[in-house]
């Protein structure tokens, strides 16, 4: 049956909601299933697929193998394409949880076929994806073949969100470059070849910003292009540019070393890398420095050869089969750096007395790492003694309009102060206030701005993405390390938000229960808590909902 479009269902609710990812969010929304059970263990049996045959009609069915399937009907998404191929593997008729996928071929020679005209299975980063826990896009595994790979002098092939570039990138190691791997880059990319560097050795090499105000949408930080001046010719060579690339990886080249302009385009890689910035440039140095070698990647978008369009999936899972390069993802590689690099410190070992209203607490601080943001810890009770018992847990981002002033538009405040009356009645739980997350991370004057905009009639989501906003840029791994330094291991999570679930994964931290928050609406921000629901997910209970009829628009003014 040919597929036009395919959504996936599991067993439980099913929402409309927007992929969390510090990242420009687009306009749409994705089809995602909620776990249905809350207890961090969701089933890899073969989802469901709902398509249109030719005939018109819509039908559901299981997802086919990849030899009857390959990537017909697949989403044009990273994230979604890899669940697909986990479900895929799933029902692989191996019976060993693998999916077909390559690892990494001699430049641009084809796979060859079986008798039958088939590509033979390969064990690959895709084979691990069946297996991958929640939260992992290709796996753990990718990350590792990819390290490997790059060891090799091979290419990797590294997606990004589809909220942010959607595109997936050709990297190999600066010191590994020759003229024969830059060819097949020039060939299969956009040819624009760039170099990641960090920024001291930037400023070894006296490269300076390409332009002083950066107008890119993405912020990407180009320096002045370069050639290699000793032993070449133009420049542009595959041979030319495989020797700049060699010398920019080199320490002991020197500013002299090159010319400017030339046909190597530098990039300037953010301090943190894509704990700080996910994005392809962070992606390819934090690649070549997990993997022991310089840390200098090559980096150069994939097109796609029919019409010279960036490629999307399928096409990058397609060109990856073919050439048996070892495919991953930058959330993986996120994922990956945030498990084993440790990103907060706590201020003090001992926490202060803080008496509330509700009780008293003791009150942690902790400095990011990545950032400097502080973030506050109160804890209830003795947590060195409660070994695997679950402990009450709420995350709770900084909302200064509905924490500080009491605003009505969010039910932000009213969370917090339910949170901490339940868990001074429990006598043992801890509530971590994240700072740095106001207007679910775009920052408070942002918005306000977003405020201006839903007076006029737009939702809470519309408005950020009118303003080219993430619709949540929000991420809990800090919050997640917090909680693993405080003695937690098990704990009942008090959250209405699914990502919340999905972001405090790992860490050896295991999410046993669900505990609603409830909170009674408004008639100044049931609007607000509908289009949570409605476009994000969220788990709220409405059936009390102040009556519709009684709605009014409401001005700031008003207020």
Not at 63 to 89: C, E
Not at 97 to 108: L, T
Not at 209 to 215: A, F, G, I, K, L
Not at 275 to 285: D, I, M, Q, V
Request: glycine share 10%.
């Amino acid at each position: 049956m040919k597929l036009r479009q395919a959504a996936f269902l599991s067993p439980g609710l099913v929402g409309s909601v927007q992929r969390p990812v510090g990242r420009r969010q687009s306009t749409s929304t994705v089809r995602r299933a909620v776990p249905p059970n809350w207890f961090g263990e969701r089933s890899h049996r073969p989802r469901a697929f709902i398509g249109r045959g030719a005939d018109g009609w819509r039908r559901a069915g299981a997802l086919s193998t990849p030899r009857q399937q390959g990537t017909a009907g697949m989403p044009d998404s990273p994230i979604l394409h890899a669940r697909a191929l986990r479900a895929q593997a799933a029902a692989s008729p191996e019976g060993n949880g693998h999916a077909a996928v390559p690892w990494v071929n001699a430049f641009d020679a084809p796979v060859p076929a079986t008798a039958n005209g088939e590509r033979p299975d390969v064990p690959s980063v895709h084979g691990s994806v069946a297996a991958a826990p929640d939260g992992w896009c290709f796996g753990e595994q990718s990350v590792l073949d990819a390290l490997e790979a790059l060891r090799r002098g091979e290419f990797i092939l590294v997606t990004d969100d589809e909220d942010r570039e959607n595109e997936g990138d050709l990297i190999i190691a600066a010191e590994k470059a020759t003229p024969q791997s830059i060819a097949f880059m020039v060939r299969h990319t956009s040819g624009v070849i760039c170099v990641s560097l960090e920024e001291s050795r930037l400023e070894e090499l006296r490269l300076a910003q390409m332009v002083p105000n950066n107008e890119d949408p993405k912020r990407t930080s180009f320096t002045v292009s370069v050639d290699y001046r000793h032993g070449t010719t133009t420049g542009i060579s595959a041979a030319d540019r495989s020797a700049t690339l060699r010398a920019l990886a080199d320490p002991a080249s020197k500013p002299s070393d090159f010319t400017r302009p030339g046909h190597i385009f530098p990039l300037r890689y953010a301090t943190g890398g894509v704990l700080k910035r996910a994005g392809h440039t962070e992606a390819s140095l934090d690649f070549c420095r997990l993997a022991g070698l310089a840390p200098v990647g090559v980096l150069c978008e994939l097109v796609d050869d029919a019409d010279g369009n960036t490629a999307r999936m399928p096409q990058l899972q397609e060109f990856a089969r073919r050439h048996r390069i070892v495919m991953t993802s930058i959330a993986d590689l996120v994922r990956y750096r945030r498990q084993r690099e440790k990103l907060v410190r706590r201020v003090e070992p001992q926490g202060a007395r803080m008496p509330t209203k509700y009780g008293a607490f003791a009150a942690y601080a902790y400095v990011s790492e990545l950032d400097g943001c502080e973030h506050l810890a109160l804890v209830k009770g003795d947590l060195s003694t409660v070994g695997d018992e679950p402990v009450l847990v709420r995350v709770h981002s900084e909302c200064c309009t509905g924490d500080v002033f009491g605003s009505l538009r969010c039910d932000c405040g009213v969370q917090l102060q339910f949170a901490m009356e339940l868990i001074a009645k429990e006598g043992l739980g801890v509530l971590l206030y994240l700072r740095g997350q106001e207007g679910r991370g775009i920052g408070l004057s942002h918005k306000i701005r977003a405020y201006t905009l839903q007076d006029a009639g737009r939702d809470t989501v519309e408005a950020n993405q009118d303003l080219g906003l993430p619709v949540d840029s929000r991420e809990y791994g800090i919050g997640a390390q917090i909680l693993a330094d405080l003695g937690v291991r098990n704990m009942r999570l008090m959250t209405n938000n699914p990502q919340k679930y999905t972001g405090l994964g790992g860490y050896h931290l295991r999410i046993v229960e669900r505990v609603p928050v409830r909170v009674q609406p408004n008639q100044w921000n049931i609007r607000y808590l509908r289009t949570k629901k409605a476009k994000l997910g969220h788990l709220i209970d409405l059936e009390d909902e102040v009556d519709k009829e009684k709605e009014v628009e409401v001005e700031i003014r008003d207020l």
